[in-house]
Structures are given as C-alpha cells and as structure tokens.
C-alpha cells in the first residue's frame, strides 16, 4: 500500500514536471520562430502559423509523455495486490507486444525510408542544378535578342516539374504501406479529388504555357486585350497583370488571354516605343488638306512624339455628314503612351481652336439649302499652305498657348490691312460709279437744253472772237 502511494505521489511529480517541460519549450519555441526570417515569403509572414504548429506538436508529445507515465503508475500499482496482479501482466505483455511490433514496423520500413530520402535528395538536387543552369540562359536571354526572359522562366518551370514528378513516381514505391489496400484506396480518392477539382487550375496553366510560348505579350508591352488597355507587368503560368493609365493594376486569367483578341502597341516600333493614334470627324465644308496640317502640327508641338518615322494621317471614313481623320504617330516612352496621347489631344484642340476649325461632327435631318463643300480657290487654307512637319523637337520654351495668341494678333492685323484695302477699293468704285452716272446724265440731257446751229450766242469755232 504504501508503494502505491509513493507511486502516485511520484506520478503527480513528472506530471507537475511535463507541465513545467511543456510551458518552458513552448515559451523557447515561440522566441525561435519569432527571430527567424526564413518563415518571410515575400510579403507572407508564415511565424504565426509556425509558431502555432510547434505549440500543438509539444502538446501531442506531452499527451503521449503523460499517457505512458500513466499507464506505467497503473502497471505498477495493479502489481502491489494480488487481485489485480493478473491484470498488471496482462498490461505489461500488450505493452511490449506493442513496442515489439512499432519497432518491427520501423526496422522493416527503414530499407524504403532510406530509398525515398535518396530519391528526395536526388531529385532535389537534379532540380537546383537545372535551375541554376536555366537561370544563366534567362540573365543571357535578357541581353539576346529574340529570346524572350518569360519563355525561359516557363521552360525551368517545367523541367523543375517533370524531374519532381519523376523522382515522386520512382520513391512511391517505397514509402511505408504503399502496398496496403488502405493505403491504395486512399490514393485513388485522392487522385479522383485533384483530378475533378483541378480541372480549371489545370486549363490556366495550360494557358499560360500557350500565352508564352505563342510571344504574343512579354513583360513591359504595351498591349489592349479585349476592352483592357494598359502595360504588362507580369506574366503568370495562371494570369496576366496588367498597369493600367489611372494606375490601377488589373489580373486576367490566362484562359480569357487566350480567348480575347490581342492588339500589340510595342511590337512594331523600336525598343521602349509604342504605337498610337487618335481620331477626329470634320465636317465636309472643311477642306482635307487643313485638316491634315492641323493634326500634324498638333503632333508636332507634342513633346513625347517620335520625329521619325514621321507621324501620317489618314482618313479612315466618310460618312453621311462627316469625314473621319485617323492621326498616327509613335510614342518615345511606351510606358508614357496614354499621358502622351492626352497631350496631342490638349494640343489638337489649341492648333484647331487657333485657325477657328470646328470639331465637332455636324448631324443633318434635311437637305441643307446648299451644298456643303469646301468653295473654288479655298482649298488650302492655313495652315496647310506653308506648313511641313519637321524632326525637330519643339523647343523648351514652347508655349503653344503664346504662339496663338502671337498669331492670332498677327491674321487680326491682316485682316485690318485686308479691310482697308477693301474699303479703298469701295471708295474708289464708288467714285467711279458717281462719275459714270453723271457722264451719263449728260449723255441722255433734253434736246432744249442744248443750244443749236443758228444761236447767236453758239460760239463759232471759225471766229476768234468765240
């Protein structure tokens, strides 16, 4: 009896003890995950998670510590009566039969073990090498034409993959009860679960592999994919980022990429350019040839725009009630494409706005009472006349808004000079008229009026007297 007591009191002793074991490694524990900076991924702080499956893995080795110390008082015990003697041998032979068995299983599993940890560290060694191997080719690729970094990263994806695969499907074999119909079991519903529930990652990735190996985008393009406008910043094996102008970055799955059609603004140009354009309706009273010149000095007074190739314009339509003039340009920067593009625009109002050029379309519901075309004689306008465009960048100083006004007071000055012209020219037709019409008067004067052959007072061209 009394070494029962001595016994519990010692049972009581390292359960306090494991208590004590328990709050010291946990509290050691929680200090180590806090100081590590491997459990950083990029963003992801993984220490809490961490330090939450440390706490629970101490706690299962506790529970396991206190149930064999439990289960050791109670051996124990039951031996100090002869009643429950029996039953303390018949404990103390299922508990070396089970640790006669789990250390059969252990010894028998070790030749597997070591086989798939062989196989892991192969594998995972295979795997570093092509990666560091395919990360000399994209460092090349960035400085080689034509090679494009993306298509590289995808490649070691792939390899890493299928080398991982291999090395799974080989070590499989080998891993402890692999054999077992259980174990069998559960590998079928597992491979049902990841093949029915994996469909749609499945077609993304398959669709970012065509996304890159097609090179329809690369990173930094400017691209318009169905109604999304903006620059690439990533390419995913499952969506593609795109930076829109308001700044605003927008993911697309890689299975709508594939569906949507793909307008490429960075390809045709040089490196780091991009295409644009913009458009305008005229009305037909506007001749072509001013319009043409006003889109053209727009550009030009554009500080962004690319001098060569020069920029063109095209008319892209005639309607009913308008023509529709397309401007089409490059950009030097095609990360600035949409800032350049509200600039040519600002400055396509102020060349217009300038020679007093409507833009906005006109819209007929009758016939007009006459017809709207552009007069004999007024078909060059300014500035379409003297106006060339040039390679030269608009100076530093430009100010398009000064040089209007300078212009405008310069044709205000023409046309006061044109006015007094066409005054003077009334006045002097006018005076004509006059002196026409009296010439006239004198013409059509009554016979009476005049004097006749035989008036005395007639004067005589003969006598000198007359």
Same mark, same amino acid.
């Not at 040089?403 to 020219?425: C, F, N, S």
């Given at each position: 009896?009394?070494?029962?007591?001595?016994?519990?009191?010692?049972l009581?002793?390292?359960?306090?003890?494991?208590?004590?074991?328990?709050?010291?490694?946990?509290?050691?524990?929680?200090?180590?995950?806090?100081r590590?900076?491997?459990?950083?991924v990029?963003?992801?702080?993984?220490?809490?998670?961490?330090?939450?499956?440390v706490e629970?893995?101490?706690?299962?080795?506790n529970?396991?510590l206190?149930g064999?110390?439990?289960y050791?008082?109670?051996?124990f015990?039951?031996?100090?009566?002869?009643y429950?003697?029996?039953?303390s041998?018949?404990?103390?032979?299922?508990?070396?039969?089970?640790?006669r068995?789990i250390?059969?299983?252990?010894?028998e599993?070790?030749?597997g073990?070591?086989?798939?940890a062989?196989?892991?560290?192969?594998?995972r060694g295979?795997?570093?090498?092509?990666?560091v191997a395919?990360?000399?080719?994209?460092?090349r690729a960035e400085?080689?034409?034509?090679?494009?970094?993306e298509?590289?990263?995808?490649?070691?994806?792939l390899?890493?993959?299928?080398?991982?695969?291999?090395?799974?499907?080989f070590a499989?074999?080998h891993l402890p009860?692999?054999?077992?119909?259980?174990?069998?079991?559960?590998?079928v519903?597992?491979?049902l679960m990841?093949?029915?529930?994996?469909s749609g990652?499945?077609?993304?990735?398959?669709?970012?592999?065509?996304?890159?190996?097609?090179?329809?985008?690369?990173?930094?393009?400017v691209?318009?994919i169905g109604?999304i406008?903006?620059?690439v910043t990533?390419?995913g094996?499952?969506?593609?980022?795109?930076l829109?102008?308001?700044?605003e970055?927008?993911?697309?799955p890689?299975?709508?990429?594939?569906?949507?059609?793909?307008?490429?603004?960075?390809r045709?140009?040089?490196e780091?350019?991009?295409?644009?354009s913009?458009s305008?309706?005229?009305g037909?009273?506007?001749?072509?040839?001013?319009v043409?010149?006003?889109?053209?000095?727009?550009?030009?007074?554009t500080?962004?725009?690319?001098?060569?190739?020069?920029p063109?314009?095209?008319?892209?339509n005639?309607?009913?009630?308008?023509?529709?003039?397309?401007?089409?340009?490059?950009?030097?920067?095609?990360?600035?494409? &949409?800032?350049?593009?509200?600039?040519?625009? $600002? @400055?396509? %109002?102020d !060349?217009?706005? #300038?020679?007093?050029? +409507?833009?906005?379309?006109?819209?007929?519901?009758?016939?007009?009472?006459?017809p709207?075309?552009v007069?004999?004689?007024?078909?060059?306008p300014?500035?379409?006349?003297?106006?060339?465009?040039?390679?030269?960048?608009?100076? &530093?100083?430009?100010?398009?808004?000064?040089? $209007? @006004?300078? %212009?405008? !007071?310069?044709? #205000?000055?023409?046309? +006061?000079?044109?006015?007094?012209r066409v005054?003077?020219?009334?006045?002097r037709?006018?005076?004509?008229k006059?002196?026409?019409?009296?010439?006239?008067?004198?013409?059509?004067?009554?016979?009476?009026?005049?004097?006749?052959?035989d008036?005395?007072?007639?004067?005589n061209?003969?006598?000198p007297?007359?």
């Amino acid at each position: 009896m009394g070494l029962a007591l001595a016994a519990t009191i010692g049972l009581g002793a390292v359960l306090w003890l494991l208590a004590l074991i328990k709050r010291v490694t946990i509290k050691r524990a929680r200090k180590s995950v806090a100081r590590s900076e491997r459990l950083r991924v990029r963003d992801a702080d993984l220490r809490p998670y961490a330090a939450e499956a440390v706490e629970r893995l101490i706690g299962i080795v506790n529970l396991g510590l206190i149930g064999v110390s439990l289960y050791i008082w109670l051996e124990f015990c039951l031996t100090r009566f002869p009643y429950t003697s029996p039953w303390s041998a018949a404990l103390g032979t299922q508990l070396w039969e089970l640790a006669r068995w789990i250390v059969d299983g252990v010894l028998e599993a070790i030749p597997g073990l070591i086989v798939v940890a062989l196989a892991f560290f192969v594998t995972r060694g295979i795997a570093r090498a092509i990666s560091v191997a395919v990360a000399r080719i994209e460092r090349r690729a960035e400085r080689t034409e034509g090679v494009a970094p993306e298509t590289v990263r995808a490649t070691r994806r792939l390899a890493v993959a299928a080398v991982w695969i291999f090395g799974i499907v080989f070590a499989y074999p080998h891993l402890p009860g692999a054999q077992s119909d259980a174990f069998k079991g559960v590998s079928v519903v597992l491979g049902l679960m990841v093949t029915l529930g994996s469909s749609g990652l499945v077609n993304q990735m398959m669709s970012g592999f065509v996304v890159l190996y097609s090179k329809a985008v690369r990173s930094g393009e400017v691209v318009r994919i169905g109604d999304i406008e903006g620059q690439v910043t990533d390419l995913g094996l499952l969506a593609t980022r795109v930076l829109l102008p308001s700044g605003e970055e927008v993911s697309i799955p890689n299975a709508v990429v594939v569906t949507r059609e793909i307008t490429n603004f960075s390809r045709g140009p040089g490196e780091g350019r991009a295409v644009a354009s913009t458009s305008v309706t005229i009305g037909y009273d506007t001749p072509w040839r001013q319009v043409r010149a006003l889109l053209l000095l727009a550009a030009q007074r554009t500080d962004g725009v690319a001098r060569e190739p020069a920029p063109r314009v095209t008319q892209t339509n005639l309607s009913d009630w308008f023509a529709e003039y397309r401007l089409i340009f490059e950009v030097e920067d095609g990360k600035r494409r &949409a800032a350049i593009i509200n600039q040519v625009h $600002a @400055a396509i %109002q102020d !060349a217009f706005n #300038e020679y007093g050029v +409507q833009i906005m379309s006109p819209h007929f519901v009758g016939q007009p009472d006459s017809p709207i075309v552009v007069p004999r004689g007024a078909q060059e306008p300014e500035p379409a006349p003297r106006f060339r465009f040039t390679k030269e960048a608009p100076p &530093a100083s430009f100010d398009p808004v000064e040089q $209007a @006004a300078q %212009q405008r !007071a310069e044709r #205000e000055a023409e046309e +006061q000079a044109k006015t007094e012209r066409v005054r003077l020219r009334e006045e002097r037709g006018q005076a004509e008229k006059e002196e026409k019409a009296r010439a006239k008067e004198a013409e059509q004067a009554p016979e009476g009026d005049q004097p006749s052959e035989d008036d005395p007072e007639r004067p005589n061209p003969v006598d000198p007297a007359s």
